[in-house]
């Protein structure tokens, strides 16, 4: 079983503000109107949630860290604290939106069926989130370099990155209409060194390693991504692959 991972706002901030940065797209898919209530869906800092307010939305945000909805309701928005594969919401919803938060919850079709079951008749579904082969460079070389040390890297993993027709299939048998589905290529800049991401991202790997053994292990990690992720002017640029889409809400 993998560890869980943690949210520091502090740490997130410092390492990972692209995320949001990079989420104008899935905004900008969403389309979203003034007066509808819409579900931020994993809402991390809140960021984009913030986005969607300042838009006219009637927003609610729910993240599974306590410490993340604390950050998202110093901002004066309505956040819970909530377990994305066990929403609890009736068909309040005109809409569902989520940016780079469903590869950290494993159980898919749970989500999906939440997710049917908070939105209106109609109601959109509208998502950006890891797809097939995001980070694999990273991924591998993580699981690699623990089961050297005799830890199943594999079982460490907690991320879940569905191609798209597996995506697709899966919105399909549960209600939803699909208008647009696509993996999309990102290789995305980081704003240091990879050891950022992997103290931000990683720690479901990191975590399986007594304390003392970790600063190695993240120094041999490091070294063995950087001849394929860092350039010769130091700038380090992670495999990302998203899988964004659009999908409405048929069925009852
Ligand atoms: C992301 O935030 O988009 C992300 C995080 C961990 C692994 C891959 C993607």
Wanted: charged share 25%; hydrophobic share 40%.
């Amino acid at each position: 079983m993998h560890s869980p991972q943690s949210w520091d706002p502090e740490r997130y901030a410092r390492n990972a503000r692209f995320v949001s940065d990079l989420g104008m797209p899935v905004v900008e898919l969403l389309a979203p109107q003034p007066g509808e209530r819409v579900l931020d869906l994993g809402c991390g800092d809140g960021v984009l949630t913030e986005k969607l307010a300042a838009l006219g939305c009637d927003v609610v945000g729910i993240d599974g860290s306590a410490a993340q909805i604390e950050a998202v309701r110093a901002r004066g928005i309505d956040a819970r604290v909530m377990d994305g594969q066990e929403l609890t919401f009736g068909p309040e919803f005109d809409a569902v939106f989520s940016n780079a938060a469903m590869h950290w919850m494993r159980r898919g079709e749970a989500v999906v069926r939440g997710v049917h079951n908070a939105l209106k008749p109609g109601g959109r579904f509208v998502a950006e989130f890891g797809g097939a082969g995001c980070v694999e460079v990273i991924r591998s070389t993580l699981i690699a370099a623990l089961d050297r040390r005799g830890v199943d890297g594999k079982a460490a993993d907690p991320w879940y990155f569905p191609t798209d027709q597996e995506y697709r299939q899966l919105l399909e048998a549960n209600g939803f209409d699909v208008s647009y589905i696509a993996l999309i290529p990102r290789p995305t800049p980081l704003p240091g060194d990879v050891g950022g991401w992997l103290e931000t991202f990683a720690e479901s790997f990191i975590s399986k390693l007594p304390r003392e053994d970790r600063p190695v292990f993240v120094d041999e990690v490091r070294e063995t991504l950087r001849p394929k992720l860092c350039n010769a002017a130091g700038q380090w640029t992670a495999d990302y692959v998203r899988l964004r889409f659009n999908a409405r809400k048929t069925a009852v």
